[in-house]
């Protein structure tokens, strides 16, 4: 079973940008996807971004696309999100969770807090 844990998140100012990291254990990431969900206060959880890992093919919702990028390191089972240009709308929860195909999930890594003030 892979563990994921995620980091990066924080506070910053409208227009700033932040960097979250999902490092994998247990084993790699193979053929699996890597995706990013967040979850506002009082939303349900939504879908942010995903790459494949074998292929690195990414996929963005609208809401984040021209502005997130999520790349992969194989060498350090890592998948990192660099989100720029941020919007208070983009504050949440954060989770990475790998899955047997784009928005798929079925290992959910811890949280990480992103705040973004006006």
């Known amino acids: 079973q892979v563990q994921l844990v995620a980091s990066g998140g924080g506070l910053v100012q409208a227009g700033g940008s932040l960097r979250l990291s999902c490092v994998a254990s247990?084993?790699?990431?193979?053929?699996?996807?890597i995706g990013w969900y967040r979850q506002a206060p009082g939303k349900e959880r939504e879908f942010a971004a995903d790459i494949s890992w074998s292929i690195g093919s990414t996929f963005y919702a609208d809401s984040v696309k021209g502005r997130f990028t999520n790349a992969r390191d194989n060498d350090k089972n890592t998948v990192c999100l660099q989100m720029n240009s941020l919007k208070p709308e983009d504050r949440g929860v954060y989770y990475c969770?790998?899955?047997?195909?784009?928005?798929?999930?079925?290992?959910w890594g811890q949280g990480t807090q992103v705040t973004v003030a006006s």
């Open positions: 969770a790998e899955g047997r195909g784009s928005r798929h999930t079925d290992v």
């Open positions: 247990g084993r790699t990431f193979s053929v699996y996807y």
